[in-house]
Structures are given as structure tokens and as C-alpha cells.
């Protein structure tokens, strides 16, 4: 058990409709990554969240936006869904030292949650 | 071009061996780290194994072990004394020092490693 939760954990929508996911990242992490992994392969970047800005973002679309919280936790909004958006969207929680700049450490390792599986219709 | 290959789409081994799951990697940066994740078929990634582009020594945790080639850019993952509960799908990622994308983790495309008995 990493301590990081996602709800809901499964979600059916329509195409153009608009989702919201959450993430409750693991107590004492700062950061919160989320990704997005299609049937059969890794996980890509959407965005990252450190002490509530956007730290970096993929190659995603701005629909897919995002927030975090002062307690860390975090929120993944797509709007005008795709038929393309269906896929397990997983978040990560980590501590990171600075804002995503410096030598990479194993203190910085991304613990995931369980995952939200979307199927857009 | 990919920054993290994984070239064994499936590996099957038997209880007890040992099997070496492949990676390699691509990047100019001199600072990265390197992890693998499994994940089962319930989907959540877990953590297994990070090893630093300065470590001198290969990193091992548990019956994990990274073969570290640092000069051919590749950081393969050992699992020892195989088990049942080790079938799932295996990641290989690098995170990259100075990242525009923050922390951000580079996946490959994973291997499907199942264990018979």
C-alpha cells in the first residue's frame, strides 16, 4: 500500500462529456504526476503539480487540465471527451526537493495509486 | 526516437529461476535515474528498484537486482527465485535531471513476464 488513493475507479462517459478525477497523494509528498496509460502500453505524462502550481506538462491538449490542492491532493479534468481518452489515468505522489530541477534522487520516487479506468462511449 | 526501449514484449520463466527483463535507454543528460515498476493486473504501478546514473554499485532490494551498464545505456532488472506472484507487467523508467517537464517519468512500452509452476 502506497497511501495514495484515486476515485472513482472506474467511470463510463459519453464523447464531449466532462470528467473530473482525484488524487490523494501520500502524507508528506509535495508533488503530484499524473499519467495516462492507453491498453497495451506505459504510462505518458499529462501534467505535474508541486505545491499547487504546474511544474510540466506532456504533450496532452488543453482540455486536460488540472489543480492541486494545499493538502497536496489533486484534481485531473478533461473536458470534450474523445473516444481516444478512454484509459487508466494513474497519479503519483512524491517528495520533491525543488521544482523538478537538480539530480534525481531515490527520494524523489513516484509512488502510484490504483488508478481511475475511463471508457468513453 | 525512444527513450526507453523495452524489446521483450513477453518472457516466461518457471518458479524458482531467475529471469532478466530488458531496457535501455537513451539520453545526453548526465544526472537520471532509473526505475522499474510492476504492475499486475489490477493496474496500480509498485515501486521495485531505482538506480542513480552516479552509482557505482548496482542497486538491489529483495530478490530485485539492477544490471547497470552504464556505457551501453542499459539497466536490466534480475529477479531471482521467481514466484507466481511475480506474473505481471514490468516497466523500465528514467526520469532525467534537468527536465522541463519536472519530475516527470519516461515509461517504456513494459514486458509481460509470467511464472509457471
Known amino acids: 500500500e502506497t497511501g495514495v488513493t484515486q476515485s472513482p475507479t472506474h467511470l463510463i462517459k459519453t464523447r464531449g462529456q466532462q470528467v473530473t478525477l482525484r488524487c490523494s497523494s501520500q502524507?508528506?509528498?509535495?508533488?503530484v504526476s499524473w499519467y495516462q496509460q492507453a491498453l497495451g502500453q506505459g504510462p505518458q505524462f499529462i501534467f505535474q503539480?508541486?505545491?499547487?502550481?504546474?511544474?510540466g506538462r506532456g504533450n496532452f491538449p488543453p482540455r486536460f487540465s488540472g489543480l492541486q490542492f494545499p493538502n497536496y491532493s489533486s484534481e485531473l479534468n478533461v473536458n470534450a471527451l474523445e473516444l481516444d481518452d478512454s484509459a487508466l489515468y494513474l497519479c503519483?505522489?512524491?517528495?520533491?526537493?525543488?521544482?523538478?530541477?537538480?539530480?534525481?534522487?531515490?527520494?524523489?520516487?513516484?509512488?502510484f495509486g490504483p488508478g481511475t479506468r475511463l471508457l468513453v462511449l | 526516437a525512444q527513450k526507453i526501449t523495452q524489446t521483450q514484449p513477453g518472457m516466461f520463466v518457471q518458479e524458482k529461476e531467475a529471469v532478466t527483463l530488458d531496457c535501455t535507454y537513451d539520453?545526453?543528460?548526465?544526472?537520471?535515474?532509473l526505475f522499474w515498476y510492476k504492475q499486475p493486473s489490477s493496474g496500480e504501478m509498485i515501486f521495485l528498484i531505482y538506480?542513480?546514473?552516479?552509482?557505482?554499485q548496482n542497486a538491489t532490494e529483495g530478490r530485485y537486482s539492477l544490471n547497470f551498464q552504464k556505457a551501453r545505456k542499459s539497466a536490466n532488472l534480475v529477479i531471482s527465485a521467481s514466484q507466481l506472484g511475480d506474473s505481471a507487467m514490468y516497466f523500465c523508467?528514467?526520469?532525467?535531471?534537468?527536465?522541463?517537464?519536472?519530475?516527470?517519468?519516461?515509461f517504456g512500452k513494459g514486458t509481460t513476464l509470467s511464472v509457471s509452476s
Open positions: 503519483a505522489s512524491s517528495l520533491a526537493q525543488g521544482a523538478g530541477l537538480g539530480f534525481p534522487g531515490p527520494q524523489e520516487t513516484q509512488y
Open positions: 502524507s508528506g509528498h509535495n508533488t
Open positions: 503539480y508541486y505545491r499547487e502550481e504546474e511544474n
Open positions: 539520453t545526453s543528460d548526465p544526472s537520471y535515474g
Open positions: 538506480q542513480g546514473s552516479y552509482d557505482q
Open positions: 523508467a528514467m526520469r532525467e535531471g534537468w527536465n522541463q517537464a519536472g519530475t516527470a517519468l519516461i
